[in-house]
């Protein structure tokens, strides 16, 4: 049953994907292959070049198909049902373990389509059937109107997918594990830089040798080009020196740090759980994620894709914790914040999170623009720390002057509390 759930969601994602519809129109660059059941004639697969030009395209079949439609050859999607059936996969262990080898390279190992089209198929087709539990009004009526869209999309396609009609139910499941497959693929073959296909480990640099051109000789053999580990080392090790002066610098005010903690205990200032978690952690936060981004580039990657996937986690967890910042920020009650404080303790690391994120996306096409742009975050979030921690020191020497002196003119803005 579960099988069958994804087969018929697979379909139908197939189904957009390819535009059948539009395969035959010389005009438009549509193009099919499934890998079940081809049928070229040998003079078109000879004149196109045959399976030397897509050699290292674990989705070989669909890019015959774009191969054969490139060199002009007209293309037909014929449905033969009733007529000729071969088994895809047993189980759905098996169905995900088979995928795993093509679904990052379907899309051309482009991760920033991989994001978007998380986006577009969790808002299209898993969001409206959570909406109609966690909507009301006219918003819940219109993301019923996207079910039933779906459903009728499902219902169609159901006969020409083998599957039963009421499957369509489960579509929002199948379209989870569709994704998980995606994302799975997507991070392993980053992990790994490459794949594992027939017993035999291909570098993502191999593999991205032939997305861009098909008809073309296959890419040399790997043992005419740089090492993936020497080649990834290379713009690195270039940056070894700022990474040791910036990484040593943010390890040493991390600890200076805790010495404005413990002084601010001292002079027994108050403040709230929000206001520690709003204004005095994130510090400590900023200083440790520029340690760890210089730890990260000093690290042995086996490659640029590697270190890349690593930063993007760094980042996407930086923003959610900037988020987490400001949640805080608006919730407590002890200080009221001015335009400085909003910009300092809560836009300035959002920022730098988000161009972490994004140069870790494109470091493997862009690698000397994206190192300068890591570059840069780090010494923003180092010199954000710098800034907020000296505010604490500041506040904490005005509140042990007040208590030794008394009461002296208040500063041009509140004072803030220990953080």
């Not at 007209?74 to 795993?100: N, P």
């Not at 710098?386 to 509140?414: L, T």
Request: charged residues 15%; positive net charge.
């Amino acid at each position: 049953m579960q099988f069958e759930l994804f087969i018929g969601a697979f379909s139908l994602f197939f189904t957009l994907f390819i535009k059948p519809w539009k395969v035959k129109d010389p005009e438009s660059p549509s193009h099919v292959g499934i890998g079940a059941f081809n049928l070229v004639r040998a003079a078109a697969y000879r004149a196109a070049g045959g399976h030397p030009a897509i050699a290292m395209r674990p989705d070989d079949d669909l890019k015959l198909g774009k191969l054969l439609k490139k060199k002009g050859f007209h293309q037909e999607f014929v449905f033969g049902l009733g007529m000729l059936r071969v088994e895809w996969y047993a189980s759905v262990r098996e169905l995900i373990q088979g995928l795993m080898k093509n679904a990052f390279s379907g899309v051309d190992y482009r991760v920033w389509v991989v994001v978007v089209s998380t986006v577009m198929q969790l808002i299209t087709l898993v969001w409206p059937f959570l909406a109609l539990l966690l909507t009301t009004g006219a918003t819940r009526w219109l993301n019923l109107a996207s079910v039933l869209v779906l459903l009728t999309l499902c219902w169609i396609n159901a006969p020409l997918a083998g599957v039963r009609r009421w499957y369509g139910l489960g579509f929002p499941l199948a379209t989870l594990l569709f994704l998980y497959i995606l994302w799975r693929a997507t991070l392993l073959t980053l992990w790994r830089d490459g794949i594992d296909w027939r017993g035999t480990h291909y570098s993502l640099a191999e593999l991205k040798a032939t997305f861009m051109s098909f008809g073309s000789l296959p890419p040399s053999p790997p043992s005419h080009r740089l090492p993936a580990m020497e080649h990834a080392a290379l713009p690195f090790a270039a940056w070894e020196s700022f990474y040791v002066i910036v990484g040593s610098s943010a390890a040493a005010l991390t600890g200076l740090q805790f010495v404005v903690i413990v002084l601010g205990a001292e002079v027994n200032v108050g403040g709230s759980n929000a206001v520690t978690r709003a204004f005095g952690t994130p510090t400590i936060v900023h200083f440790c994620a520029v340690l760890l981004l210089a730890a990260t580039l000093s690290a042995p990657w086996p490659g640029v894709a590697s270190a890349g996937m690593a930063l993007a986690v760094c980042g996407v967890l930086g923003l959610i914790y900037g988020l987490l910042v400001i949640r805080h920020a608006l919730h407590q009650t002890d200080y009221q914040m001015v335009l400085e404080d909003w910009i300092w303790h809560c836009s300035l690391p959002i920022v730098g999170y988000a161009m972490l994120f994004g140069a870790a996306i494109t470091l493997q096409w862009h690698q000397a623009v994206s190192l300068f742009v890591i570059a840069g975050t780090s010494l923003l979030l180092l010199f954000v720390g710098i800034h907020n921690a000296w505010d604490s020191v500041i506040y904490i020497a005005i509140e042990r002057r007040q208590r030794r002196e008394g009461p002296v003119e208040k500063p041009r803005h509140p004072a803030k509390p220990r953080r």
